[in-house]
C-alpha cells in the first residue's frame, strides 16, 4: 500500500518538473528572442487561438482526471480494511497514546504489531481532535472526541517507525509522538505472553456489563425490556423511526451514551443513558464484550 | 517611457488637502488605498517578524528557542496575521481600491464612505487581534479546529476571534462597493468584454468575498457562543459535531485562498500584457477562468478534511471537483506564456515579479495535484509538504505579485520612479531566498515531519536548517524595497503619465492623479491591451 | 487612444445645476440609486449567507435528533411566536406602503408608515424579550444552569443554542432596522426624502422585508417542529 501510494507520487513528481520545466522554458526562451530592441517597439497583435485554448484545456483535464482515478483507487483501498484485521483500541488525549490490544495489553506511546498481518486502529479520542500519522506506513487519520474512527495497514518489515500526532492539539502537539514497533511473529508472540494479568477487553466488558447492570434488562432469552445483544454485532437492525442502521463500535457507543438517539423499533424509549458512569476504556471494553456475544460463547450468560 | 519633460501636475489626489483629518476622513479611493497600505505592509512585518522566529526555533531540533506554548503562539499568530490582515486584504485593498475606479473611467467607487468605513473596520478589527497578541497571545492555529478553541484553549481566543469577525466586514464591503462599481459606473463604451483583466479577477475576488465571508462570521460567533457560554453547537458531550465547525470554516476558508490568488492573477495579467506590449492572448478565456475558479472554488472544501472522518463518497467528490479546479489555472498560466510570444518584453523590475510568479505559481499549483489525490494526500497532510504549497502559492504567487503591482504602478501612484538596479537586486534576493526557504519543506513533508510541531526528529535536520537559512534571505529580500521605494517618494525622478509605454486608463491621467481621476470622463471605444499600430509603433 | 494634457486640471461643477442628494462621484440621481439598490441586494445576498450557516447547523442536527429538537421546540411558547410573526408580517406591509407613499412624495404618509413600521418592530422586540425571559426562567438556557427531562437533556441543548443564536441574530437585525428606520424618518421629516430621490426608502425597505423573511423561515423551523405529533 505504502508502495502504491510512492508511485503515485513520484509519478506527479514526474509531471511537475515536466510541466515546470517546459513552462520555465518557453518563458525564458521568449523572454531572450522577443527582447525588445528598440524603446517604441510594440508586441505582434494577436488575440488568441481557439483551437490552442480547447487543446491546453483538454490535455490537463484527461491527465488530472487519470490522476484522480489513480488517486481514488489507492484511498479507496486504504479505507477499506481487509475482513480479517488484528483490531487495536486507540485512544489519544492531550498529550499521550493509549493503546489496547484486545487480550488486555495496554501500552502507553508504543504499539507492538506483527510483521504480516493486516493491523486496525479503532481510534477516539478524550478530549481534543488528535490524529495518528505513521509516515513510514503512509497512513494517517483524525482520531475525534465522540466517535470512533480507523484506519489499517499492514507491516511488511521488522523495525522501529514513527509515530505521530498529526493534528494540532495544543500545548504539547509536537511531543504527542510515539513508535510502531513491527516484530517477527515469534517476537510478538512472547511480547503478548509476557503481557498483564488484566485479562482481555472482552472479559473486563463482561465484568463491567455486570456491574452496570447492563444485564437486567438485555437478557438473551428476549425476555428483558432491551434487545438481545447475542450476535447482533455486525447485523443491521430497523429502529423506531424506520431507518436501517449497522450495528458497529459507533452504534454500540452511541447507545450506551445517548440511548434516546436510535432506539430500536419494537422496544420502548426507557434506557437510561451512561454518560459519565462509563469512560472511554469502559466504553471500548464493553464494544468488545458485545462483539464477543456469539451463539455459542460461553460467556453468554 | 519617462519623458524628459516630465512635471508634477500642480493638482493631484496628493496635493488635495493636507493635514491628519484630510487623510483620516477621505473619501478619495486613492488615498484609502495608501491608508490600507499602511496597515497591510505593517501586519506584514509583524507576521513576518513571527515567521522570522518560528525558522529561528526550528533551526534546530530541540525546542530549545521558545518553549512550546510560546511557539504554539507564533505559528498562530503568523498565520493570522498573514491570512486576515495581509493575504486577504493586500491587493485588493491596496491596488484594487487605487486603479478599478481609473482602470473603468469612474470618478470614485459607488461607495466612497462605505469604502472609508471599511478601512476602519479593518483597523478596528486589527487592534482586537493586535490586543490578544500582546495581552497573551492565540495558541489555536489560525484555524482555530473545535473543542480545542472552544474548550480546551485558555489563549485569548474571543479577542483574536472578535478581530477577525470585524475584520472580515471590510472584506465584505470592499467586495460589494467593487461589485457594484464594476456593474454601474464604467465610463461610456467600457462594455464588459474591453475590460482590463485585472477587473474581472477582482470582480471574481467580490463574488467569493461577498459570498464566502459572511460563512466563517457566522461560524466565529457560534465559537464564541460555545467558549463564552458554553452552549455547546461543537461539543461532543452534547452531541454536537467539531467536524460540522471543520465544513463551515473551510466553505469560507478555501474559497478565502482564491481571494488571495485571483487579484494577483490580475496583477499578472497587466503586467504581462504591458512588458510584451501586447494584448494577453485568449483574453475571453482568461476572464472566463476567473469566474470559474470563483464558482469552482467554492466546491472543494472538503479537500482539507480528507483524514477528518468524512465518507468515503464525499472524499471522492471533493477530490474530482479538486482536479476541475486546477484547470482553469493552468489555462491561466499556457495563456500568459503565449502572451510572451512575439511579444516586444522589457526585463523591467514588474516583469521579474511576473515571471517569478509564473514559475513559482506553476510548480505551487501543480503541488496542488499531489493533494487533490486522495491516496496521496492522506500521507502528506498536516505535514510540511502543505505548508510548501501554499507557500509556493501565497509567497511565491501572490506575494510576488502585490510587489510586482506595487512596483508597476508606484509612478502613477507617486508620482516618482524607483531605483531600478535595487529594485531587479532585491527581486533576485526573494526569489531565491523564497526557493531556499520552501523547497526543502516539501521533501520534509514526505519524509513525514508534520506541521505545527516546536521540536521535531533529528534527522528532520538538515532541511530545516536549508529552509531556515533561506528564510534570513528572504527577509532581507522584503525589507530592501521598503527603503527604496520610501527613497523614491521624495528623491525619485519624476515619472510622467506613462513610464512604461503601456496602455490602460490609468496611464491616460497624470501621475499622481487629480482627485477625480481624470479631467473628462473617458469615452472607450478600443479593446483592452489594444497597442496602436502607427508606422513607427510607436507609443504615445 | 485620446492624447493628454500634460497637466490635468479639475474639473468644476459650477456649470451645471444638479440635485442637492447627487454624490459627486455619480453621473445622475439614475445612476446613484441603481447603485443603492444593487449594493443592497448584494449586502442582502451577504445575509442570506451569514444566517445560511446557523440554517445548515439546524438542519444537520435536527436531521441527526429529530425527537430531541420536537421535544424542545414544544417548550417555545407557540401563541408569542406566531403573534410575532402577525406583527412582522404586518410590519412589512407598512413598510411597503411607505415605500409607495415615498414614491408618490406623500410625506405625511410616509412618516405614519415608518412610524407603524416601527411601532410593530418594536413589539416584536418585546414580545421577544419575554419569551427569552420565560426560558431563562424555566433554565433552558444552554450552558451550566441548564434543565431539561433526562431522556433529551444532551441534544436539547444543542436545539436550545441553535435557538438563541438564530433569533437572537435576528433580534440584532431587527434593532438595526429599527435604527435605519429612524434614520429615515428623520430624512423623510426634514425633506431629504422627496418624489424625485425616494430611493433611500426602497432600499430601507428592501432590508426590513429581508429581516421579515429570515423570520418566517424561523418560526416553522424552531416552534412548529412535529406539532401535531405527540411525543
Known amino acids: 500500500m ?142 475525534i ?119 430500536t423499533l419494537g422496544f420502548q424509549p426507557i434506557m437510561p443513558t451512561f454518560q459519565g458512569l462509563v469512560n472511554e476504556e469502559g466504553l471500548l471494553e464493553l464494544i468488545e464484550y458485545v462483539k464477543s456475544l456469539k451463539q455459542d460463547n460461553p460467556n453468554a450468560q | 517611457m519617462p519623458s524628459r519633460t516630465a512635471l508634477l501636475p500642480p493638482h493631484h489626489y496628493l496635493n488635495d488637502g493636507y493635514g491628519i483629518t484630510s487623510w483620516l476622513l477621505t473619501r478619495d479611493h486613492k488615498r484609502i488605498a495608501l491608508l490600507y497600505l499602511a496597515g497591510v505592509t505593517f501586519f506584514f512585518f509583524v507576521g513576518g517578524a ?96 473545535t473543542p480545542f478553541s472552544t474548550i480546551a484553549s485558555t489563549s485569548n481566543v474571543i479577542p483574536a476571534a472578535l478581530g477577525i469577525f470585524i475584520t472580515g466586514f471590510s472584506s465584505i464591503l470592499t467586495g460589494l462597493n467593487f461589485i457594484v462599481t464594476i456593474h454601474r459606473m464604467r465610463a461610456p463604451g467600457l462594455t464588459w468584454f474591453r475590460l482590463p483583466l485585472f477587473i474581472w479577477s477582482h470582480y471574481a475576488t467580490s463574488l467569493i468575498m461577498v459570498l464566502g465571508t459572511p460563512v466563517i462570521a457566522i461560524t466565529i460567533i457560534m465559537v464564541a457562543a460555545d467558549r463564552l457560554f458554553h452552549f455547546g453547537i461543537f461539543d461532543p458531550a ?30 499578472i495579467s497587466e503586467l504581462v500584457a504591458a512588458f510584451c506590449r501586447k494584448q494577453v492572448f485568449g483574453y475571453t478565456f482568461v476572464a472566463f477562468a476567473s469566474l470559474g475558479i470563483a464558482v469552482l472554488g467554492f466546491l472543494v472544501w472538503g479537500h482539507h478534511m480528507f483524514v477528518a472522518g468524512q465518507s468515503v463518497y464525499a472524499a471522492l467528490v471533493f477530490s474530482i471537483l479538486s482536479f476541475l479546479v486546477a484547470i482553469p489555472s493552468a489555462v491561466k498560466v499556457f495563456n500568459w506564456t503565449a502572451t510572451m510570444y512575439k511579444g516586444s518584453i522589457a526585463w523591467e523590475t514588474p ?115 536549508l529552509s531556515s537559512a533561506g528564510a534570513s534571505i528572504l527577509g532581507v529580500g522584503y525589507l530592501i524595497p521598503m527603503v527604496y521605494l520610501m527613497w523614491s517618494l521624495r528623491y525619485g525622478k519624476l515619472a510622467g503619465s506613462n513610464p512604461w509605454g503601456a496602455v490602460g486608463l490609468e496611464w491616460n491621467t497624470t501621475s499622481p492623479p487629480p482627485t477625480a481621476n481624470f479631467a473628462e470622463t473617458p469615452i472607450v471605444t478600443w479593446a483592452a491591451y489594444e497597442y496602436p499600430t502607427t508606422v513607427e509603433g510607436h507609443v504615445a | 487612444m485620446p492624447e493628454i494634457p500634460a497637466v490635468a486640471h479639475e474639473r468644476g461643477h459650477h456649470h451645471h445645476h444638479h440635485p442637492a442628494a447627487l454624490a459627486h462621484h455619480f453621473e445622475d440621481l439614475g445612476q446613484q440609486s441603481e447603485a443603492a439598490t444593487l449594493g443592497m441586494w448584494v449586502f442582502l445576498v451577504t445575509e442570506v449567507l451569514f444566517f445560511g450557516g446557523l440554517f445548515t447547523a439546524y438542519s444537520i442536527y ?58 410593530l418592530g418594536a413589539a416584536f422586540l418585546g414580545i421577544k424579550s419575554v419569551e427569552y425571559y420565560e426560558k431563562f426562567v424555566e433554565h433552558h438556557v444552554p450552558g451550566p444552569n441548564f434543565q431539561f427531562d433526562e431522556k433529551y437533556f444532551k441534544n436539547a441543548q444543542i436545539f436550545f443554542s441553535l435557538y438563541f443564536v438564530m433569533t437572537g441574530l435576528h433580534a440584532l437585525h431587527m434593532i438595526i432596522g429599527l435604527g435605519i428606520m429612524t434614520w429615515m424618518f428623520i430624512w423623510s421629516w426634514n425633506g431629504t426624502i422627496t418624489r424625485e430621490y425616494s430611493n433611500p426608502i426602497e432600499v430601507s425597505g428592501l432590508y426590513w422585508h429581508f429581516v421579515d423573511i429570515v423570520w418566517i423561515f424561523l418560526f416553522p423551523l424552531l416552534y412548529l417542529i412535529g406539532r401535531h405529533v405527540h411525543v
Open chain 2, 351 to 465: 516583469m521579474l515579479y511576473a515571471i517569478g510568479f509564473i514559475g513559482l505559481f506553476t510548480i505551487g499549483g501543480l503541488t496542488g495535484l499531489f493533494l487533490a489525490a486522495v491516496g496521496l494526500d492522506v500521507h502528506v497532510t498536516d505535514t510540511y509538504f502543505i505548508v510548501a504549497h501554499f507557500h509556493y502559492i501565497m509567497v511565491g504567487g501572490t506575494i510576488m505579485a502585490y510587489l510586482g503591482g506595487l512596483h508597476y504602478w508606484w509612478p502613477k501612484i507617486s508620482g516618482r520612479l524607483y531605483n531600478e538596479r535595487m529594485a531587479k537586486v532585491s527581486a533576485v534576493i526573494i526569489f531565491i531566498g523564497f526557493n531556499l526557504t520552501f523547497f526543502p519543506q516539501f521533501l520534509l513533508g514526505y519524509l513525514g515531519m508534520p506541521r505545527r510541531y516546536h521540536a521535531y526528529p533529528p534527522e528532520f535536520q538538515v532541511l530545516n536548517v
Open chain 3, 62 to 119: 435536527r436531521a441527526w435528533y429529530p425527537d430531541a429538537f420536537a421535544v424542545a421546540s414544544h417548550e417555545l411558547d407557540i401563541t408569542l411566536g406566531a403573534t410575532n410573526t402577525a406583527v412582522l408580517i404586518t410590519s412589512s406591509l407598512t413598510m411597503a406602503l411607505a415605500v409607495h407613499a415615498a414614491q408618490l412624495g406623500e410625506r405625511g404618509k410616509v412618516l405614519i408608515f415608518l412610524a407603524l413600521t416601527m411601532v
Open chain 2, 50 to 145: 513571527f515567521a522570522v522566529l518560528i525558522r529561528l526555533e526550528l533551526a534546530t531540533p530541540a525546542g530549545d528557542l521558545v518553549n512550546d506554548e510560546t511557539y504554539n503562539k507564533l505559528f498562530t499568530m503568523h498565520g493570522v496575521m498573514m491570512v486576515f490582515f495581509f493575504l486577504i486584504p493586500a491587493i485588493p485593498s491596496v491596488l484594487g481600491n487605487f486603479l478599478i475606479p481609473i482602470m473603468i473611467g469612474a470618478k470614485d467607487l459607488a461607495f466612497p464612505k462605505l469604502n472609508l468605513a471599511s478601512w476602519y473596520i479593518y483597523v478596528i478589527g486589527s487592534l482586537f487581534t493586535l490586543y490578544a497578541i500582546v495581552s497573551g497571545g492565540l495558541d489555536t492555529g489560525w484555524t482555530f479546529y
Open chain 1, 2 to 143: 505504502a508502495a502504491r501510494v510512492d508511485s503515485l507520487y513520484f509519478f506527479l513528481i514526474g509531471l511537475t518538473v515536466f510541466f515546470s520545466l517546459l513552462i520555465a522554458g518557453l518563458i525564458v526562451t521568449y523572454a531572450v528572442r522577443f527582447r525588445r530592441r528598440t524603446p517604441d517597439s510594440i508586441g505582434a497583435v494577436i488575440h488568441g487561438g481557439l483551437m490552442l485554448e480547447v487543446t491546453w484545456s483538454v490535455i490537463p483535464f484527461l491527465i488530472t482526471m487519470g490522476i484522480f482515478f489513480w488517486g481514488a483507487s489507492v484511498f479507496v483501498a486504504m479505507s477499506r480494511p481487509p475482513d480479517q484485521t488484528l483490531n487495536v483500541y486507540v485512544v489519544g488525549k492531550q498529550w499521550m497514546w493509549k493503546f489496547q490490544h484486545l487480550d488486555g495489553q495496554r501500552e502507553i506511546n508504543e504499539l507492538h504489531v506483527p510483521v504480516g498481518r493486516a493491523v486496525k486502529l479503532i481510534m477516539t479520542s478524550e478530549d481534543v481532535i488528535h490524529d495518528v500519522y505513521v509516515p513510514a506506513f503512509r497512513v494517517k487519520a483524525d482520531v
Open chain 2, 238 to 267: 452534547v452531541g454536537g459535531d467539531p467536524v460540522l465547525f471543520q465544513h463551515l470554516f473551510w466553505f469560507y476558508s478555501h474559497p478565502a485562498v482564491y481571494i488571495m490568488i485571483l487579484p494577483a492573477m490580475g496583477v
Open chain 1, 145 to 263: 472526541p465522540g466517535r470512533y474512527t480507523h484506519l489499517w495497514f499492514e507491516p511488511t518489515k521488522p523495525g522501529t517507525y514513527h509515530l505521530f500526532c498529526a493534528e494540532y492539539c495544543g500545548t504539547r502537539h509536537s511531543g504527542m509522538i510515539g513508535q510502531i514497533v513491527v516484530m517477527e511473529p515469534n517476537d510478538y508472540q512472547s511480547w503478548l505472553s509476557g503481557g498483564t494479568e488484566e485479562g482481555s477487553l472482552a472479559s473486563a466488558g463482561q465484568k463491567l456489563f455486570a456491574d452496570l447492570a447492563c444485564n437486567t434488562c438485555h437478557r438473551p432469552d428476549a425476555q428483558g425490556r432491551g434487545p438481545v445483544l447475542q450476535n447482533l454485532f455486525g447485523k443491521t437492525v430497523e429502529l423506531a423511526s424506520g431507518e436501517r442502521v449497522v450495528v458497529d463500535e459507533a452504534y454500540i457507543r452511541e447507545s450506551i451514551l445517548n440511548p434516546m438517539a436510535k432506539v
